[in-house]
């Protein structure tokens, strides 16, 4: 039980084997998790949930099955990670882990139309098992990259998000001073003027509020562009960050490559050097 309680950790952990590779169980499984989630989708679908409602529910209940028995050997197989602790404190990390817990959602979810008889109920319920895209977390070494290089320009994004408020709110101001009193539907106080400044510092510009007086326009002339330039300042800093961590992936990659091979050249050579002297002893 312990040789298969260790084979099952390799095989459904990430990371746990030799190779940062997917397994082939891990494999089955995001097929599995699109699958759920194409489930979940085609079910708020009214024309194709009347056709087909048993095939429907049977799926989800399938889906619900398989990922409570994932749950569940994840759950069995944890004690076998390695670190310092119990068995019973490893699995009560797990338990209480993001994923984890999310997991549990998912299988809950998925099971409830064993439990939920409202079809209103049910449909909101539903839409909770879009949680299983979550679930590709786990098998996504990027998003762990994409999550250091954020961290890593936080406090750029803090500074860029900052001039971002300050140019929202000069804008605001500035549209409510030029246009309040001649649209005052769209301009007449700072909060609505703030709608139009966010629409247009993002370059959405719906054209519900449109100034009319050439200061009006001079403002939402400034506004617009300088959004345009806030808007390039966080995806130059991310693309940037997220260069870098690239970079930094290859480096350890190759560094470990190179420890590797000079292990291996290492053990020829004390093999060699045994050889040889028994060799000299034996003459």
């Known amino acids: 039980m312990a040789s298969l309680r260790a ?41 194709i949930t009347r056709e087909h409602h048993r095939l429907i529910v049977g799926a989800e209940m399938g889906f619900g099955i398989l990922f409570l028995i994932e749950y569940l050997v994840r759950l069995w197989s944890v004690a076998d990670a390695p670190g310092k602790g119990s068995a019973t404190a490893k699995r ?8 984890a817990i999310i997991d549990l959602i ?21 839409l909770l098992r879009i949680l299983a895209l979550t679930k590709f977390t786990r098998f996504s070494h990027a998003i762990e990259e994409i999550s250091a290089a954020v961290w890593s320009r936080r406090y750029e994004l803090v500074v860029t998000i900052s ?26 106080s700072i909060p609505r003027s703030l709608w139009w400044a966010v629409v247009t510092l993002t370059t959405v510009g719906y054209g519900d509020a449109i100034p009319v007086t050439p200061l009006g326009k001079i403002t939402a002339a400034i506004v617009a562009l300088g959004g345009v330039a806030l808007v390039a300042m966080p995806a130059g800093i991310m693309a940037a960050a997220f260069s870098d961590a690239m970079q930094k992936k290859r480096e350890l990659e190759l ?21 040889a002297e028994e060799n000299r002893r034996d003459t």
């Open 106 to 126: 998912v299988v809950l979810t998925s099971l409830a139309p064993l439990v939920i008889g409202d079809a209103a109920m049910l449909r909101l319920v539903r």
């Open 163 to 188: 001039l971002g408020w300050v140019l929202l709110l000069v804008g605001a101001v500035a549209m409510y001073w030029a246009e309040g009193t001649v649209q005052p539907e769209q301009f007449g």
């Open 255 to 275: 560094a470990r490559r190179i420890e590797l091979e000079v292990e291996e050249k290492v053990e020829e050579e004390i093999d060699r050097l045994m050889d």
């Open 7 to 47: 084979t099952a950790y390799r095989k459904l952990f990430v990371g746990a084997g030799n190779s940062n590779r997917l397994s082939f169980v891990n494999l089955t499984l995001i097929v599995l998790i699109l699958g759920a989630v194409a489930v979940s989708v085609i079910g708020t679908e009214p024309t």
């Open 92 to 99: 009560l990390r797990f338990v209480f882990s993001p994923l």
